[in-house]
Structure formats: structure tokens, C-alpha cells
């Protein structure tokens, strides 16, 4: 009965925006960390960026550095995804990952719970 469910997703054109939402169920979020992951057809799931439990240490893939901007509101039991400047490769379908940890992780191993998924399609 404890998930995370992603919300968000859609199609936009290259430069566009999109705010990604993970919602969790059944457990809360403020003893987690958060990650987003991605994955494209063909290519290896990368992890995206990854929000600690306080919300102070933030860490981003290079290829999204100062386009992406994750936050969490645990009083809403939530944590977000903002993607601006979109490109055609951050097409995917996109994951959100909670762990018990203290600290960020791209590595998908520390995460006990994910969600299902939601699509981000970019294209003109």
C-alpha cells in the first residue's frame, strides 16, 4: 500500500517547461531522501538529481545543471521536479525514488521505494 506516485508529465516543445510531482502514499517523506531518475528507449536509466531529507544538499547530472530544480514539501508529503530550457534529450520516462539515507545518491541501490513512472516527451 506504500507508493509514489509521479504526476506531470507531458508533451512540450524544446525550451519548454515542466513541473514534475511525486506523491507519496502510505508512508510520509520526511525521513527520506528523494531522487528522480530517467530513462530513455535504447539508453541506461540515469539518475537526474537528488534532494536530501532537509532539502539543503542538492545534487543534479551534468546534463541538466541549471535547467532543473528539485524541491520537496514534506508537509505535503511531496517532492518536484521543475525542468525549464527542455531538450530533446531529456525525453524519457521519468522516476521518482525514496531511501532511507542522509545523504544524496545517483546510484539507484540506496532507494527503497519508486514510483511508476510518468512520460516527458519534447519535440516540436
Known amino acids: 500500500q506504500s507508493q509514489l506516485v509521479e504526476s506531470g508529465g507531458g508533451k512540450v516543445q524544446p525550451g519548454g517547461s515542466l513541473r514534475l510531482s511525486c506523491a507519496a502514499s502510505g508512508f510520509t517523506l520526511d525521513a527520506y531522501a528523494i531522487s528522480w531518475f530517467r530513462q530513455a528507449p535504447g539508453k541506461e536509466r540515469e539518475g537526474v538529481s537528488c534532494i536530501t531529507i532537509s532539502g539543503s544538499t542538492t545534487n543534479y547530472a551534468d546534463s541538466v545543471k541549471g535547467r532543473f530544480t528539485v524541491s520537496r514539501d514534506n508537509a505535503k508529503n511531496t517532492v518536484y521536479l521543475q525542468m525549464d530550457s527542455l531538450i530533446p534529450e531529456d525525453a524519457a520516462v521519468y522516476y521518482c525514488?525514496?531511501?532511507?539515507?542522509?545523504?544524496?545518491?545517483?546510484?539507484?541501490?540506496?532507494?527503497?521505494?519508486w514510483g511508476q513512472g510518468t512520460q516527458v516527451t519534447v519535440s516540436s
Open positions: 525514488a525514496a531511501g532511507l539515507i542522509n545523504f544524496c545518491s545517483a546510484s539507484p541501490t540506496p532507494y527503497d521505494y
